[in-house]
């Protein structure tokens, strides 16, 4: 965000609680999503909120704006001026000149761009749109990984469901990723993820998989994991560590653009169920909104 971006959303963090509560849960969502309310029109920005147009004009002249425009202004023109690569990395330059835990941010910050840059350098685009045709071609597309690793494939299938309903998260109920494949055949697919010291479990799945003559995608350390292990398709990600576990942002960050591949992909039948699902959201409250809460007495 630009300076003037960045100074409006401290102020909003610390005035939010003196404002009303439709002011309040307008300032949450610019706080919350500054880049959507740089682009969007002022009807757009209020139907997300639940609120009137003239809620942001009234946040916009309390905050000494003439209007909405001017108020989204600074946002609008952080989309533009927010590019980071142009940013050069004075900022680890200056971190490495200081103190010394500024000096061991400045390595592990330094690490984790190392990790993202090869993880995605290795990311070849013939294996993206293989990796896509098998998802969105099969029947059933399984996802499994342990320990950690199961947090990345959590995630993934969380919201690649939404571009591509037919993701299965497994195992499923605390047992065993085979025991989900046992009616899999040819036209499904394995999303599989491990890194070194790379799981038995996950092995055992894929050896299974092959054997039941499904695709298999592979995201790992490595192209070689065990012995009779040939995925189809291997993203191999870089997990460099500075501390004693295997970083995962660049693992992350594979998840991430192959996400946005399976969104573009599914179109607009995509973009509706990510609708729908927020509106089912919205409509059970699942979501934390000021406007529509009975307001605190304080003592």
Same mark, same amino acid.
């Given at each position: 965000?630009?300076?003037?971006?960045?100074?409006?959303? !401290?102020?909003?963090?610390?005035?939010?609680?003196?404002? #009303?509560?439709?002011?309040?849960?307008?300032?949450?969502?610019?706080? %919350?999503? #500054?880049?959507?309310?740089?682009?969007?029109?002022?009807?757009? @920005?209020?139907? !997300?909120?639940?609120?009137?147009?003239? &809620?942001?004009?009234?946040?916009?002249?309390?905050?000494?704006? %003439? +209007?909405?425009?001017?108020?989204?202004?600074?946002?609008?023109?952080?989309?533009?001026? %927010?590019?980071?690569?142009?940013?050069?990395?004075?900022?680890?330059?200056?971190?490495? =000149?200081?103190?010394?835990?500024?000096?061991?941010?400045?390595?592990?910050?330094?690490?984790?761009?190392?990790? &993202?840059?090869? =993880?995605?350098?290795?990311?070849?685009?013939?294996?993206?749109?293989?990796? @896509?045709?098998?998802?969105?071609?099969?029947?059933?597309?399984?996802?499994?990984?342990?320990?950690?690793?199961?947090? /990345?494939? $959590? $995630?993934?299938?969380?919201?690649?469901?939404?571009?591509? #309903?037919? /993701?299965?998260?497994? #195992?499923?109920?605390? +047992?065993?990723?085979?025991?989900? /494949?046992?009616?899999?055949? *040819?036209?499904?697919?394995?999303?599989?993820?491990? &890194?070194?010291?790379?799981?038995? %479990?996950?092995?055992?799945?894929?050896?299974?998989?092959?054997? *039941?003559?499904?695709?298999?995608?592979?995201? =790992?350390?490595?192209?070689?994991?065990?012995?009779?292990?040939?995925?189809?398709?291997?993203?191999?990600?870089?997990?460099?560590?500075?501390?004693?576990? =295997?970083?995962?942002?660049?693992?992350?960050?594979?998840?991430?653009?192959?996400? +946005?591949?399976?969104?573009?992909? +599914?179109?607009?039948?995509?973009?509706?169920?990510?609708?729908?699902?927020?509106?089912?959201?919205?409509?059970?409250?699942? $979501?934390?909104?000021?406007?529509?809460?009975? !307001?605190?007495?304080?003592?």
């Amino acid at each position: 965000m630009t300076n003037t971006s960045i100074q409006l959303v !401290k102020l909003l963090r610390r005035d939010i609680d003196q404002f #009303p509560p439709q002011l309040q849960a307008a300032a949450k969502y610019i706080i %919350d999503h #500054p880049a959507d309310f740089g682009i969007d029109p002022i009807r757009v @920005t209020a139907e !997300k909120i639940g609120a009137s147009s003239n &809620v942001l004009v009234r946040l916009a002249q309390r905050l000494g704006f %003439d +209007g909405f425009d001017a108020l989204r202004q600074p946002f609008r023109q952080a989309l533009v001026t %927010d590019k980071e690569d142009s940013l050069q990395q004075d900022w680890l330059a200056r971190m490495r =000149s200081a103190d010394q835990l500024s000096q061991t941010q400045a390595s592990l910050a330094q690490n984790e761009l190392n990790v &993202v840059t090869r =993880s995605l350098r290795l990311m070849d685009p013939k294996k993206i749109r293989q990796a @896509t045709d098998f998802i969105l071609g099969a029947h059933r597309c399984f996802v499994t990984a342990t320990r950690a690793s199961h947090a /990345l494939a $959590y $995630y993934f299938h969380y919201v690649g469901r939404m571009a591509h #309903p037919d /993701l299965h998260l497994i #195992p499923r109920h605390m +047992g065993s990723a085979i025991d989900d /494949l046992l009616d899999a055949d *040819k036209n499904d697919c394995l999303l599989a993820m491990t &890194v070194h010291p790379h799981s038995a %479990d996950t092995i055992r799945s894929m050896r299974f998989a092959r054997d *039941k003559g499904m695709r298999i995608i592979l995201i =790992s350390d490595s192209d070689v994991i065990a012995p009779g292990i040939e995925p189809d398709v291997t993203f191999q990600i870089s997990t460099r560590s500075m501390h004693h576990f =295997s970083s995962f942002s660049g693992a992350m960050a594979v998840l991430e653009c192959l996400l +946005g591949h399976l969104f573009a992909a +599914g179109g607009d039948a995509a973009r509706q169920r990510v609708e729908d699902y927020e509106k089912a959201r919205e409509d059970t409250n699942a $979501y934390w909104q000021p406007s529509k809460l009975p !307001k605190l007495r304080r003592p």
